[in-house]
């Protein structure tokens, strides 16, 4: 256990490096030349210009006025100030409702915290047991928690009543945040301006048809079963092989770019490049000239596949997006079954355009059945097994494994430094690799799972990524051993021993946990709003790349929230704080800081970097809520636990009520506010079309929805389309051009450079 | 153990109990006197008549051909020769679904059994582990099962294999089955005549308006929201109490009755009764007088009641029956979401006018999630702690604890036959009198959590009678000691041990459930067709209240299927043979007799005697499917407990697939066939409007529906409505005036005597 002391010296430490962060951050985004790494969202609005294009040289990339660096935390109240309405205008409804998860974590845990402290504090300060244990190291943390109060004393009366207060408590305060989330979602979806997927539902596992192609069959189909309200349709491209190709030209037409700015910069020489794998060997060619040629390759075969999906019948798959005359007509048809054969003519509500994932769009039933049944095996494995493969490499990776394996290398190895580069980093080397790695494949495993738009994927790769954290982060830090040893022993221990040994063992971890939410939270928030990586990327490609205006916008990297890895992290310390409330309430100010840091940061961050992907509305308020619901249950539980092992064994018993009414109240608020989220009510339709028609009564709907949901890879392409074709993303401020590109970056990741 | 012997006495026994019932069945079925007890669904029908009406007077009451006694069978293959199609017309579709899951049984279990007895029976049998063990008592029984395999021996591999096999094979046909009754289902309705139900939606929970009544209010809504859809309504009264008068009156008519008839055939001596409590005290009046004014004070507050009712604003609850021009409309309102707010105007499937629960329409949101809170909460401790007030009524009912509490009665317990009446009778009584009650009380529980019709009340009391058995029948069999207990056990050992302590039992308690099956399943189902209570009771009311002909018809009590108490019964037989089918496969072909006997049972019942009440076209099925998995997937559990105790531990592993691809296979069948049960396809309902409105261009749908959702306390009453009302009431088969009555009598128990 670590001492008071102990813990100062690493809130010293985090402090100062969270300071020095901060420091650096208030450096850098006042020096023009970084300027679109830590404004790009007021670029790609379009209000803000680049600096670089007046003034003296220097000024264009250093701020020389030496007033603005007093002022260097400046950056907080200006974070602070935007009204929330304006808010969402700015950075939309699922950016300003998500810091609101920092603000949930504020409003539950302050009360707690001060009440925890007032009360429960001098309770267990004036415990007395540690002092009476002599032979027992005990540090003054200790002093201040659970652990003080003797065996089988009264004075948990005061913990167990404390308890139900804050289970009260935040149930209420979610209760709340629910109600208002739902409505505020509710106000926004009414105020909403005309968008393609308010009319359109996507139809997904369109049965084939021996007469008809599937164009013709939906067309039918929809004539039959909707008759007033069908308007039209838009087939589905399996463009997936275009997509690639079009990847792989831009990757060419940057290297291009590369080499021709080497050359400009350096007519002396022109320069080369070898053409095998990476440029690493083959024959030494001209550069421009062979990228010349392979682009103009590119191009060919991309006209080539790109007449052939168009013409190809075998190219559409069974799946369309098909819209109505009405709003009505298409919740209607998002929210009933059309056929007897509950596999086929799917509907749902379409997504936005871009926030659709083309390539999940024709998985049929039973292939998709037997996809999530495969990777919830798999995701159960990869929680409970992930150790297996990397202390295997880790095995292998130590000196006398690689002399084994690959004896010819033993000289090498066997200099000094190599062997301990060797021993020192590899171990830990493949662990970190599989961490960083672990949130793409936790969104494989989603993508491979048949969801169809971006933000759901996100979703449900956050619900993974929450169980992990849960069982390898939480459970793992409390428990010693690998996950796969803890499922051992809660197999083969009563199911109450569990809890019990979970319970009593969380005393002793505060310390650890306390200085856990000093680096990953406290540090790792301050290196968020640096933004090291986007930094560096950006000047080197503005350094190789970029030529124009428009290069230097397109090598701006703003990013976006990753909901899949930031939000699982947040229910952590939500479920760290449910856990210490009662048992080391010292560990709450730790949270406390955690969550108001955080809360101004990503506030900043949503106002003047990030950029949106989708917009779904919230829609992922529900499993938020969920989450921090199973928090509580499980830490009520551990608490049952802990309460058990302090000779309170009969007490334990009115805790049960605990979980109970948790999870009556989880039913509660999922039959009161979850359709709000999960369906459009026919009332609220009603109105929007009724108002639409009286203010627009020539609107030709046909024309603005005919290419509303078409593959990205066909935007801007041959195939230009008229831009009418998506109000929300033809928003005056955001240039069509590039907003399509982002777009198509997201299916064909760019790898760039 | 019992041994063989102790098997083939009980055997003897109860298929002789049987025997006698079959054979005091075909005596008094023949009887004509009986034949309203054994018949009533064909005089419901109208076409059989009173046999009583000609002849001698003797053949009026007494069958004396006594041929028709030599095939005392032949009631069987008459039960089994009407074919599906035809039954389903004669007795309903809900009917005829009931009775498949029998035939699912069979097509479960014999395949099992045939494989068990070829394959595992000489396996075990030549095991020869139970010769070796001298000292302990073993029965040629165990000899046939798994307890004659030695621990740790290869022959395990044999029960491994098959497991999977019968696992695959139940699976199979499940999913087999629930295609077929998913079709037939489809089928049914799509060939359904007109009803009110199609065109209908219930809606619940409407708002209160300051400005408009009810009725105005809903009618709003739906002609804003429904436009061209919308076509009428019918409110709901609060009648609880006039239907409460209505029954009163009844009973008083039926008093009434009987005195004239007893002053008829004595006319000597008018009858007189006691004013005061059930006759016994009180002054004694002319029994005629004093009914007939009784009744007409009855009939005046009926009458102000009646007034009352449909004229007071406050007697509208807040709930209402929907009609739609077409079923395709009213499809859509009940699949879809009306308001923002999804705790007011909830909408779903109007049930069929007979099927509505008219007490639970009107219960808004909160108040239904704390009434299933508190339900949940109730039928936990109903199943895990209902011994302890038997118990404490058992330790009452001793001699001491009445000498104790009430030390005047001690004289009269003192006398010897009392004492022994008390000592022998009095303890399984309390017992008894709650399992009698058992079925009752569940269904009072499942009317409290609020559901709103009868098929569904009866579905949700089925789900609550399952667990009971399955944790007080089938485990308190298998482990000693209150559920309790059990559940005691389960928290306090590790979640294997539980599996092993359960599974390892399993093969000692063979026979005790051998023996169970021939009690309850050969000689209770044999003891059903006897209709012992009705017979009795028809026999009653035809000698003191039955005037008239149509007297006679109402003192007929057909019953009905009684899916709360019956399907989970069946239920716990499909566990049993999932549970035994590895492990004692002489145990099967018990299993097998009963699902074959129940089957040409139940089919002669539904033939001839049951009235259905309700028509839900089979929506229990998912309940049905999804409760043999239930069993299946404890088998399985239990079975991997079973083997970690004999030496098998890593094989185990082997089976730990098992459970995993059963759940999946319940997920894959509720997306795959659920939505069939619970939704009705827009598809379906557009072709049923086209067909309609090409053969009946000039139908007025809305004279139809205007009167057909109303309480049954207003039907043939002063406000007598035109018949057209309910067509499917209406049948040309069924007198509607004894239809109306037999509606009401649900609602309003009449005890009549």
Redo the contacts between chains.
């Keep these: 256990m670590a001492s008071l002391q102990d813990i100062s010296l690493s809130a010293t430490i985090n402090i100062l490096s969270a300071f020095a962060f901060l420091v650096a951050f208030a450096m850098f985004r006042l020096q023009p030349m970084n300027d679109r790494v830590y404004f790009p969202k007021w670029y790609l609005k379009g209000i803000r210009g680049s600096p670089t294009r007046s003034g003296l040289l220097v000024s264009k990339f250093v701020n020389l006025d030496f007033r603005t660096y007093i002022r260097f935390l400046n950056w907080m109240p200006a974070a602070l100030r935007m009204p929330e309405p304006e808010l969402i205008d700015h950075a939309g409804f699922d950016s300003a409702v998500y810091i609101r998860i920092y603000l949930l974590g504020l409003k539950i845990i302050v009360p707690v915290t001060i009440l925890s402290l007032v009360v429960l504090v001098p309770v267990n300060w004036t415990g007395k047991t540690l002092e009476k244990v002599k032979d027992l190291a005990f540090s003054d943390i200790d002093k201040l928690s659970i652990s003080n109060i003797p065996v089988g004393s009264e004075r948990f009366l005061a913990h167990i009543v404390m308890s139900y207060v804050f289970s009260f408590w935040t149930c209420y305060v979610l209760y709340k945040e629910y109600k208002t989330v739902a409505t505020m979602r509710?106000r926004f979806l009414a105020s909403e301006r005309r968008r393609p997927d308010q009319f359109s539902v996507l139809v997904r596992n369109v049965p084939p048809d021996p007469d008809e192609s599937v164009s013709e069959h939906i067309e039918h189909?929809f004539c039959?079963?909707?008759p007033?309200h069908y308007l039209t349709h838009q087939v589905v491209y399996n463009a997936n092989n275009l997509a690639n190709i079009v990847a792989k030209k831009k990757k060419l037409q940057n290297w291009h770019v590369y080499y021709q700015n080497k050359y400009e910069r350096n007519p002396t020489r022109k320069p080369t490049t070898k053409t095998g794998f990476m440029g690493l060997w083959g024959n030494r060619v001209d550069a421009i000239d062979y990228y010349d040629a392979e682009i103009a390759k590119l191009t060919e075969e991309e006209e080539a596949e790109r007449a052939r999906v168009t013409s190809d019948v075998k190219a559409v798959v069974p799946a369309a997006f098909v819209s109505f005359k009405t709003r009505?007509a298409a919740?209607?048809c998002a929210?009933?079954?059309?056929?007897?054969n509950?596999?086929i003519?799917l509907t749902e509500w379409a997504p936005e355009p871009r926030d659709v994932y083309w390539e999940n769009l024709a998985i049929p039933?039973v292939e998709l059945?037997i996809r999530?049944?495969l990777m919830?095996?798999g995701l159960f494995f990869l929680i409970f097994f992930f150790m297996i493969p990397i202390a295997f490499v880790q095995s292998l990776a130590n000196i006398e494994g690689i002399e084994k394996v690959l004896p010819f290398l033993k000289p090498i190895i066997e200099k000094k430094a190599v062997k301990s580069l060797i021993q020192g980093f590899l171990p830990g080397l493949a662990l970190k690799i599989f961490l960083v790695l672990l949130p793409n494949i936790l969104m494989l495993m989603s993508k491979i799972e048949g969801y169809t738009s971006l933000s759901f994927l996100d979703r449900r790769s956050a619900a993974k990524y929450y169980l992990f954290i849960l069982v390898n982060v939480f459970l793992g830090s409390i428990v010693t051993g690998t996950a796969f040893q803890q499922l051992q022993k809660?197999?083969?221990?009563?199911?109450?021993?569990f809890t019990k040994t979970v319970g009593s063992t969380i005393p002793m971890k505060a310390t650890f946990f306390i200085t856990y939410i000093m680096v990953d939270g406290w540090s790792g928030i301050a290196a968020e709003i640096l933004r090291l990586v986007p930094l560096v990327m950006f000047h080197l490609k503005n350094t190789f790349l970029v030529k124009t205006e428009q290069d230097r916008e397109q090598a701006m990297d703003p990013g976006s929230l990753n909901f899949a890895t930031s939000e699982p992290r947040i229910q952590f310390y939500f479920m760290l704080g449910h856990v210490y409330s009662v048992v080391t309430p010292i560990l709450l100010p730790f949270i406390v800081v955690f969550f108001a840091f955080s809360f101004v940061v990503f506030r900043h961050q949503i106002i003047n970097v990030y950029n949106q992907q989708y917009e779904s509305g919230a829609a992922f308020w529900p499993d938020v809520h969920r989450r921090i619901e199973t928090g509580l249950i499980i830490s009520q539980l551990l608490w049952m636990g802990l309460l058990s092992t302090r000779g309170a064994d009969k007490s334990t018993l009115v805790l049960i009520a605990q979980p109970?009414l948790t999870i009556?109240f989880h039913?509660?608020c999922k039959?009161?506010?979850?359709?709000?989220f999960v369906?459009?009510?026919?009332?609220?339709a009603?109105v929007k079309d009724t108002l639409e028609r009286a203010t627009e009564p020539n609107l030709n709907l046909k024309v603005y929805l005919q290419d509303a949901y078409i593959h990205p890879v066909f935007k801007g392409g041959e195939i230009e389309r008229p831009t009418v074709v998506n109000e929300e993303e033809n928003n005056p401020l955001v240039p069509t051009k590039r907003t399509s590109r982002r777009n198509s970056g997201r299916y064909s990741p760019d790898a760039s450079f």
Tied chains: 1, 2.
């Design positions: 509710l189909f039959v079963n909707h007033d009505w919740a209607v929210q009933t079954q059309q056929s007897s509950p596999t003519w039933y059945s999530r049944l919830s095996v809660f197999i083969d221990q009563p199911s109450t021993e109970v009556w039913f509660f039959g009161r506010f979850e359709s709000a369906k459009f009510p026919l009332q609220d009603m």
